[in-house]
């Protein structure tokens, strides 16, 4: 079963860091593009970055550019997303996503990971 | 980046109906657009991609089309598990970006 399974959000003070992974299971991790996407509370979906398969090469939203680091880990099938000077507009559920392949639309989902960034 | 602006926001309908959603992008995508299904507290899930492609095992009562600038998602006879929020995304260009959605409910 092709599955993603994220980890490691939590409650986080302003200015604080987190690191997120996601967990892949049932593809052919090192092929495919894999993306981090957010959802505010009762707000739409975010793309927050995107990172390729092999090459490794990388894209960031505006909103968390020089604040966030995706990462992969092909071996162990993980991918991470590093945040930093986490702001209370960074608080979401965030989602790992897997493309298609091909194209950047997402075929597969987490069930997603929760930030809250709170004094 | 590229904005991409749905209509309705929201929507009430009954089952039976057939429902169509817009998308319009501020500018030409081709046809590089991707529409998406999300109920309450649940991860969206793919519906089309390339504006008019179905996901494989999604019903056939979902289509697609258009390209440019101006989609249509189109429902042509709602279920009752249809009733949600939509969302389109182009991938046209970084950053990627979605609409912000239009949410389906029951008349």
């Known amino acids: 079963e092709v599955q993603l399974l994220e980890s490691g959000g939590g409650l986080v003070q302003p200015g604080g860091s987190l690191r997120l992974s996601c967990a892949a299971s049932g593809f052919n991790f090192n092929v495919y593009t894999m993306a981090w996407v957010r959802q505010a509370p009762g707000k739409g979906l975010e793309w927050v970055s995107s990172?390729?398969?092999?090459?490794?090469?990388?894209e960031y939203a505006d909103s968390v550019k020089g604040r966030f680091t995706i990462s992969r880990d092909n071996s162990k099938k993980t991918v991470h997303l590093q945040m930093s000077s986490l702001r209370a507009e960074d608080a979401a559920i965030y989602y790992c996503a897997k493309d298609i392949g091909g194209w950047d639309a997402f075929d597969v989902w987490g069930q997603g990971t929760t930030v809250t960034v709170s004094s | 980046a590229i904005q991409l602006t749905q209509s309705p926001s929201s929507l009430s309908a009954s089952v039976g109906d057939k429902v169509t959603f817009t998308c319009r992008a501020s500018q030409d995508i081709g046809s590089t657009l991707a529409w998406y299904q999300q109920k309450l507290g649940r991860p969206p899930t793919l519906l089309i991609y390339?504006?008019?492609t179905l996901k494989s095992g999604v019903p056939s009562r979902f289509s697609g089309s258009g390209s440019g600038t101006d989609f249509t998602l189109t429902i042509s006879s709602l279920q009752p598990e249809d009733f949600a929020s939509y969302y389109c995304q182009q991938f046209n260009t970084y950053p990627l970006t979605f609409g912000g959605g239009t949410k389906l409910q029951i008349k």
């Open positions: 390339d504006a008019s």
């Open positions: 990172i390729s398969d092999i090459a490794g090469s990388t």
